[in-house]
Each structure stands twice: as C-alpha cells, then as structure tokens.
C-alpha cells in the first residue's frame, strides 16, 4: 500500500533564498509505501524511483539521480535527484562513464592505487612558530599540502575523543566518520577537551605520542610515507612520519570529501562535480518507523510482523524554482514547454479594430484545440509587451499587427531560440498546435 498527499507545507526556514527555490512555504508531494517483506519494498521503491525520472524527464530538466546519505530521517539507503546547475547549494560528484552519482555527503572514494614506497626517513623535529593553519605550514616548510596530514580531534563521548588523519589538501567528511563509529553526533573537540589528551595547542595536534585516543587514518594517509605531522607541543611539526614505525592507528577507511579528480569507485573515468538543486528524495526506511509507531500487518498465520516502509517527497514549487535557473537568459524566463504556465502568448502590437478581432479570433481557436493561451491586449507599447513576454517566458510569442495582417501573414517567435516564422492568419491555428503537440510527445 501507497499513501500520498500534495499539500502546502510551512517551515521555519532558518536561510530562505531565490524566491521560492528555498521559502518558509511551499508545495510539496509526499508518499509513504508499505510492504510486508523487503523483496516487495525494493520493488515499491524501484517504481517510485523510476517514477520520478520520468516526472523530471517529462518536465524537460536536466537532473540525475544520485546517492544519498539519509540524514536525521534515517533508514537503509537514499536518492536525491539533483536538477543540475550553478546556482544548486549541494555539491555532487558523478563518474561521466558509468551511472554513478553521489552527493559529497554520501559519495564513495575508491583507494589510491597501490605503489612502491619510498625509503622512510628518520623522524626530524623542525619549528614552525605560529604556523597553525595547513598553508602557513606547507609555505614555511615548501612543500605541497600533500605531503602534510591534519590531525583532526573530534569528541565521540564524554570523555573521549578520536584523531582522524585527514591529508592536507583534503576535507574530512563527518557524515562518514559518524556512519564508522556509529554514532549520531560529532562535534570538533574544545580546546579544553584538546588540552586534556594532548600536550599541544589547537594546530600543532599530531598521532605521534598520543595516548587515551582512537586514531583513524583515511585512505589517502595510509598511502602516504614520510609525511608532515603536528609535534605536540607549540610551534613544533615533526617531518617524515611514518605509519607503524612512529604510531598506530586503530583503522584506516574513506573518511573525507569526495572531489574532481578521485578515482571512481565503479572503475569509469576520474569523478567530475557538479552542483545540484534537490527537487526530489526516495528513501528505504525499513521497519525504523514501523516498529516505532506499531504499524503492522498479519500474515497468512496470523502473525504480527513490522511494515516494511518506503518514504518519498517531490519539493513541487522548487522543481519550478529549479527549472528557471536551467532555463533563462538575460530577458527572463524560457519556459520548458510541459510546465509553462501557458504554452501560446498573443501580442496585441496595436489597437486598431482588425487586430483586436483577429487577435480574438486565435485566442478562441487556440483554446478550443486544447492549446493554453495568454492574450495580452493590453494598452501598452509593442515594446513594453515584447519585454514582459520575454520576462514571463511563454515558449511561443504570437505578434498580431496592422502590418503583418495587411499581408495577410502572423509572426511567430521561439521564446527560447529567438526564431521567428511568419506564417499566412489561417495557417497559425493549426501550425501552433501541431507544434505544441510534437514538442510535447518529443518529452519521455
């Protein structure tokens, strides 16, 4: 069973912005699907996802679909769908070969290729004085951010904490180091905190030396050999530390930000990014809610099991939002064609009775094809109109003048490539519908 709703939905926006591409009010499709086993829930969840690919293709958006982390909702697994473009406020990463994509949140690094190491060195103490942050140390130091690893103290407890190994031209990513200690928070240690398991002020924290702290190293640092490290005591960094040789690490893991250039972990070509706008989320709950709320069915023995739930949302006001920002240009709006708010504008360019009537008689035979219309017969200047119709973004522009009837011909404009066609007044019905509908049906 799937139950859905289409409703007006308020929030407290903390940073609302672009209108209504993130507002305090907005429309929104929510469903909730129930199975009793997880054969039938992928299934659920397979359709809705297929579902909504249609929905986005069939609205003429350039979006993908890609992984997710499932956030405070929770659950087993998630897809956003990303319309693509500048203004989007999430990061994604795609590999161009295969159908990979995936937030930065989310998204998977494959290991470094293995290669021969270099000979280690021997551990040399050198100062850096008031060299905290990774640039002042590489510039002081001359080398490349590379060749540093930060040591990054994160509070997991009370009273604990762990060091993460993070490369220096790299960000760690708190989403997956949260998903391998299983916890639900995670908070950089105070300087108290950093004070009590270390010797060193915030900047100078290394793993050599530490005691009382689980340490982890993401991927790219266990490649690494001789490498740059806090010293653990002000304005000291200790160069060519090794792994296992100067300190242990508890597990090595993917633990930072995806970025251009990783390798992709389906083998394609090196991850690209992109920014993307969420219109659409598909989640696997399984039974978290279920088991929670008591939702449950009986089977064919009489016993009582947890629904098995899927959860699906389309933020519908900001798919509008997102298609605007694919489709304009520095006049206004292009609307795609299976979502303008009407397919045809009529221009009225002058007022004289012969346009009027005939600017009358297109409106009323447009409609009666089905063909949604907007006449502007307006008291304005042909200029004035020609710029709001440009701004509203109607995909065709129909101009009605004394001129073009003494010739017994009507202009035509493609809203979105500036085309213009002059077709003879009793050839405009039909041209306009039969285009409208080719471009409707060229949707998938």
Not at 325 to 341: F, L, S
Not at 385 to 405: E, R
Request: include cysteine; charged fraction near 25%; glycine fraction near 8%.
């Amino acid at each position: 069973m799937t139950l859905y709703q289409i409703q007006t939905k308020f929030r407290d926006e903390i940073r609302p912005r672009f209108g209504i591409m993130r507002g305090r009010e907005f429309i929104m499709k929510d469903a909730y699907s129930f199975d009793q086993d997880e054969e039938g829930a992928k299934r659920s969840y397979q359709g809705m996802y297929d579902a909504y690919c249609r929905i986005f293709s069939r609205m003429g958006l350039q979006f993908r679909p890609v992984e997710a982390d499932t956030g405070l909702i929770g659950g087993i697994s998630s897809h956003e769908f990303m319309v693509l473009a500048n203004t989007g406020e999430e990061l994604i990463v795609f590999d161009p070969d295969t159908q990979y994509a995936a937030n930065v949140e989310r998204a998977e690094i494959a290991p470094p290729a293995l290669t021969e190491r270099e000979a280690q060195k021997p551990l040399e103490k050198v100062s850096t004085p008031n060299a905290k942050s990774v640039e002042e140390v590489c510039t002081l130091l001359k080398v490349s951010p590379s060749r540093l690893v930060k040591t990054l103290l994160y509070q997991t407890g009370k009273d604990a904490v762990t060091a993460v190994l993070i490369r220096g031209d790299h960000q760690a990513n708190e989403i997956k180091i949260q998903r391998h200690l299983g916890i639900h928070e995670l908070t950089l240690a105070t300087p108290e905190m950093v004070a009590r398991f270390t010797t060193a002020p915030i900047g100078f924290v290394g793993p050599i030396g530490l005691h009382k702290v689980q340490i982890l190293a993401d991927h790219a640092v266990a490649a690494l050999s001789n490498f740059i490290v806090g010293g653990n005591e002000p304005d000291v960094h200790l160069m060519h530390a090794n792994i296992d040789r100067d300190f242990a690490i508890d597990a090595i893991g993917d633990f930072r930000q995806a970025q251009a250039g990783d390798p992709s972990p389906r083998g394609g070509s090196p991850l690209q990014t992109a920014r993307g706008i969420e219109v659409g989320h598909v989640f696997m709950l399984g039974t978290k809610y279920s088991e929670k709320m008591g939702a449950t069915y009986l089977d064919a023995q009489g016993q009582t099991h947890p629904a098995i739930m899927g959860c699906f949302g389309i933020g519908v006001s900001r798919a509008a939002a997102a298609a605007i920002e694919q489709n304009h240009d520095e006049k206004g709006i292009c609307w795609p064609i299976p979502i303008a708010p009407f397919h045809v504008q009529i221009l009225s360019v002058t007022a004289s009775e012969e346009v009027r009537k005939a600017s009358d008689h297109l409106y009323n035979d447009l409609c009666r094809k089905g063909i949604e219309v907007l006449l502007d017969d307006r008291e304005e200047r042909g200029g004035v109109k020609f710029n709001d119709a440009d701004l509203i973004g109607t995909p065709f522009h129909v101009i009605v003048g004394d001129k073009g009837l003494a010739q017994n011909t009507i202009e035509i404009k493609d809203r979105k490539t500036g085309e213009k066609s002059h077709i003879p007044l009793e050839q405009v019905c039909e041209w306009i519908t039969n285009t409208v509908k080719k471009r409707l049906e060229s949707q998938p």
